[in-house]
């Protein structure tokens, strides 16, 4: 089993910077990507951006120029630093992790329970 346990979200006022985390526990051999995905009241979740092993990124274009994705493989830990922070980008923040060798040799992708992000004045 796998566990994602996420931190760092909160209010923040516009244009304002959060950065948040998320580390993976339990038994397993080893995940492929971490991202992060994030819903809005009455929207589907979206994906915001992933981050491979190997460092190869991908962003939301909304987010562009203003999120970084990050990734400790040692501590199987993600990080998204988010500056600028709009309005628009209030809602509850998932991390994933894709492609999860697990202990009995297959793949499964696990979420964590999420962070609220809240921009506000």
């Known amino acids: 089993q796998v566990q994602l346990v996420e931190s760092g979200g909160g209010l923040v006022q516009p244009g304002g910077s959060l950065r948040l985390s998320c580390a993976a526990s339990g038994s397993f051999f080893s995940i492929y990507g971490m991202g992060w995905y994030r819903q809005a009241p009455g929207k589907q979740r979206e994906l915001v951006a992933t981050i491979t092993t190997g460092g190869r990124t991908v962003y939301a274009d909304s987010v562009k120029g203003r999120f970084t994705i990050s990734r400790d493989n040692a501590k199987n830990t993600v990080y998204l630093q988010m500056n600028s922070l709009k309005p628009e980008d209030t809602a509850v923040y998932y991390c994933?992790?894709?492609?999860?060798?697990?202990?009995?040799?297959?793949?499964?992708?696990?979420w964590g329970q999420g962070t609220q992000v809240t921009v506000s004045s």
């Open positions: 994933k992790a894709d492609r999860v060798r697990t202990l009995v040799g297959v793949f499964q992708d696990y």
